[in-house]
């Protein structure tokens, strides 16, 4: 069976609104109901549509994330959010592909004209930002590999991690490259090709780390 989140949301505290958030809760069970959807979750709110730091926000993302929701019900688009904000949450919802099906359109939403215009700029955005980090590291593998990095060899057991806390990173690895020439930001992308998930900053603290703890008739 289908699995479905609904998604409610009023403005204000007001009594009348209050009402409201029961009234989109019953019609939303209703319409899962009728549509063969078991709903899973169940999220209510009284929040500004404008702002996106929401509590509901955040549980709707998690739980499209970890349950496996087939589709979120809403009463219409702006219950999800108003301006910028709704994009922003359209965009998120709609790259889980999950389908937004809501009340005032008895089924599956259908976005604007403005709207699927701007989710597509977001698309091909998003599309060359990915271009552009794999093309990152593959530029940092390069210059690793000129500076005398060899892929073949097996570093996943050199690191400094020394609690559950820290990302397992070939601190021995950081030090070569780093000796070699290469900047904080070309190891980074050189570990992430391989496999190693770590940011400009984390390489840039292990070093530091490291650097800290030689003695100085050795640095």
């Known amino acids: 069976m289908k699995k479905a989140i609904i998604y409610c949301r009023v403005s ?14 019953q019609e939303l069970t209703s319409m899962a109901d009728e549509l063969s959807y078991e709903v899973i979750r169940i999220i209510k709110e009284k929040a500004s549509g404008f702002q996106l730091d929401r509590d509901g926000v955040f549980e709707l993302l998690d739980a499209l994330k970890g349950q496996k929701a087939d589709a979120v019900f809403i009463q219409d688009e702006t219950r999800l959010g108003r301006g910028n904000a709704k994009i922003a949450l359209l965009h998120c919802i709609l790259k889980e592909n999950v389908k937004i099906i809501a009340f005032s359109q008895k089924g599956e939403l259908e ?15 998003e599309e060359y930002q990915r271009k552009l980090h794999n093309i990152k590291i593959s530029r940092g593998m390069k210059k690793a590999v000129e500076k005398g990095y060899k892929p073949q060899k097996n570093i996943k057991h050199n690191n400094l991690s020394t609690g559950p806390e820290k990302k397992n990173v070939p601190i021995e690895e950081i030090i070569r490259l780093r000796e070699s020439g290469l900047t904080f930001a070309d190891i980074a992308a050189t570990l992430r090709g391989f496999g190693y998930p770590v940011s400009k900053a984390t390489v840039n603290r292990r070093y530091l780390e490291y650097r800290e703890n030689v003695p100085p008739e050795e640095k």
Do not use: N, Y
């Open 12 to 25: 204000t505290d007001k009594e009348t609104q209050a009402s409201s958030l029961e009234r989109q809760e």
């Open 111 to 125: 976005l604007s004209e403005a709207d699927s215009m701007v989710l597509q700029i977001v698309g091909i955005v």
